[in-house]
Each structure stands twice: as C-alpha cells, then as structure tokens.
C-alpha cells in the first residue's frame, strides 16, 4: 500500500490554535470589473454609489467603489481555510468598522490573530476567537472584525486550555466610524438613488417591511463562494454533506447577509455606505432552494463629527437587518415568546449605514 503523501492541509483544530498566534492567510486578489459584476448578478445589487462611476464622482470619489460587503466577503474568504475549515458553525461577529473604501485595482489580503479561547463542555468542540485585518497593497488596514466560531478538535482525548474570552464592546460608537475619505452627498441626487427617504424621514422603533424575495439556488451559492475563495467543504460537497444532519450543502453564512442587504434596497435605497457591524448571528442554516425575505428596524440614529463640527450632509442609522427563509416578513417575524428565535430567522445583524441627510 502506498504511502499517503504529506504535502495536503486537512486545515486546522481546536488544538492547533493557541491565543496571540498570528495567521497570514494565503492569496490576496485583485479586484477586477468582474468580480464586481458578478456580485451584482448575484444579489441584484442597486445602490447607485457602487453602481455609478458618475454617482460616485458627483460625490467626491475618483470612481465606484466596491460594495462593502464584497470587500467584507473577499477578506472573509480567505481566513476559512485556516479558521473555520473544521467548524461546526460560525457563532457571530463583532466590531466591525469599514475603514477604507477599496476599488477595482486594489489588491485584498487578509491577517488574523487568536484573541481568545475556550474548550466547549462535550470536550469534543471549542470556540475559537479571531481578530481578522484586511490589508490593501499599500498596506493600509480596509477592514477590522471580530468573529468566532466553533472548531472541531482533533481529539477529544486532548487536554482543555485555559478559557479566555476576549471583552467586546456591544456597539461600535459613532466616534469610531471612519467615512469615506472625500465623501460629500452635499449634492446628492436622490431621483439616480431611487428614493426621497433621508435620514430625518425614518424613526426609532420604525420596521421596514422589504417586500421583495429571493430564491437561492445551488449553483448561485457555490458560485458566491468560490468567488470570495471561501474553500468550506460545507458548501460545496455533498457527497460529504449528504450523511449529515441536514442532508445537503449549506449555504454560506454571507451569501445570506448580501441577499438581505441587496433586498433592503427597497426601503433603505438612500443608505450607500455601511460604517459598522455591531452584531450579527447566523441564527438557522440555509439551503439551496429556500427564499430569502427581509426586513429591518430602525435602533438608533446618530449625527457624525468630522473634525469637531457636525457633517450637515449625512448622519448614522443603526438598523437590525433580519433574514427570514421561506416567510415573508409582513408580522416582522423575529423572536417568540420564550425568547428563542423563530424557525423561519436566517440572520440578526446589527450594523450601521451612513445616510444622506435631507437638503
């Protein structure tokens, strides 16, 4: 019987991660129209900032920017190989801050480090903490992001660390925010955007119903996977997925996120940028031939300070975006009375979009 060679990665397990250690993720990716386009047939992408070169020009960018959630899933991607590879789930994120707008042209790699650590009670799983940078080639920092996720280990038998679970502040605040460098709506066309909502028009408590659906299929999913190189067996295999609990691939946890989000055009066209990620849970996993609804609430609106003095051109509103499958949103379905989530919830994601104030 031959020897099986060495040189393959089956990636790493809860043992392998120990805290402080820095991971330098292999392949950074240079944008390229296509991969805008792309993500555009993907999720039906509308908001006219990211569309528009003139858009973007009339708002004091030299050209379209990526949508943020491409640049949020490219420097994603490259981390599951050596995070999440042998995850059971990936539990959520926090503090998360966009921190500069990337462009066609602009090559993506990503850095993480293990902040914390700790061994589940079944002694067979544990959750692992990381702190990922996406990294521009000038070696400015795009992205900053806390996620965990719950990790396989390789033996059960193998001896449990020491718990450290790093504290994360539960919303990142408006002094945190980092605009856009040379965005300016001070002449910002709202008929091209598609609506004459402003920051002064939406309400603390109000939800938005996004009507619109949308069904994912097989080939789409995989596709949005590939693309952001997210290598998760979980996604693509079903020969190994098929004897598993659910029976099938699941889709990956951001393929639901910009579903949602491009669905939220139609309520929230006005909201071009988003600023921050304060939370968000992956709450039931997703299939292929399931449709996704959506709908948002707003939790709190905030003014932004641009060297001291007020921005009178655009301000902050912290929405919860709420996935639903198979569902539509018209009760604003989201938690029982026992506080579990319903079945029909996908995602809870708290974040905050920079909007266009009025005049």
Not at 110 to 121: D, P, R, T, Y
Not at 327 to 344: I, L, N, Q, R, V
Request: proline share 3%; aromatic share 10%; glycine share 8%.
């Amino acid at each position: 019987m031959s020897k099986q060679s060495a040189k393959t990665s089956r990636g790493n397990y809860f043992e392998d991660f120990t805290l402080g250690k820095t991971i330098r993720h292999a392949t950074p990716r240079t944008m390229t129209p296509g991969d805008v386009s792309l993500y555009s047939a993907l999720y039906g992408m509308r908001f006219s900032l990211q569309s528009s070169d003139e858009v973007a020009r009339n708002s004091g960018l030299a050209c379209a920017p990526l949508d943020d959630f491409l640049t949020f899933h490219m420097v994603f991607g490259k981390t599951v190989p050596d995070i999440s590879i042998n995850a059971v789930a990936n539990l959520g994120y926090a503090d998360c801050r966009f921190l500069k707008s990337v462009y066609v042209g602009d090559t993506i790699s990503s850095i993480s480090e293990v902040i914390g650590l700790k061994e589940n009670s079944n002694g067979k799983t544990g959750n692992v903490y990381v702190r990922t940078h996406g990294i521009n080639q000038r070696g400015e920092i795009i992205l900053d992001y806390v996620r965990w996720v719950m990790v396989n280990k390789r033996e059960a038998a193998s001896p449990a660390c020491a718990a450290v679970i790093p504290e994360l502040p539960d919303v990142v605040r408006p002094e945190n925010f980092c605009l856009p460098e040379n965005l300016t709506y001070r002449t910002y066309d709202a008929a091209l955007a598609g609506s004459d909502y402003f920051w002064e028009d939406y309400n603390v408590g109000e939800k938005i119903n996004h009507v619109d659906g949308m069904t994912i299929e097989a080939a789409d999913h995989m596709l949005a996977a590939r693309l952001y190189q997210n290598t998760a067996k979980v996604h693509f295999n079903r020969h190994a997925m098929k004897s598993g609990r659910l029976g099938e691939r699941i889709v990956y946890g951001g393929h639901v996120i910009s579903l949602a989000r491009g669905l939220s055009f139609n309520g929230l066209a006005n909201a071009q940028n988003i600023l921050a990620i304060n939370a968000g849970r992956h709450v039931n996993p997703c299939l292929a031939g399931d449709t996704i609804y959506a709908w948002s609430e707003v939790l709190e609106k905030a003014d932004i300070k641009d060297k001291n003095s007020t921005r009178s051109d655009m301000a902050a509103l912290r929405c919860r975006l709420v996935a639903l499958k198979d569902k539509s949103p018209d009760d604003f379905t989201y938690k029982m009375a026992d506080g579990k989530y319903d079945s029909a919830v996908l995602l809870d994601l708290d974040f905050w979009l920079l909007m266009p104030k009025r005049g």
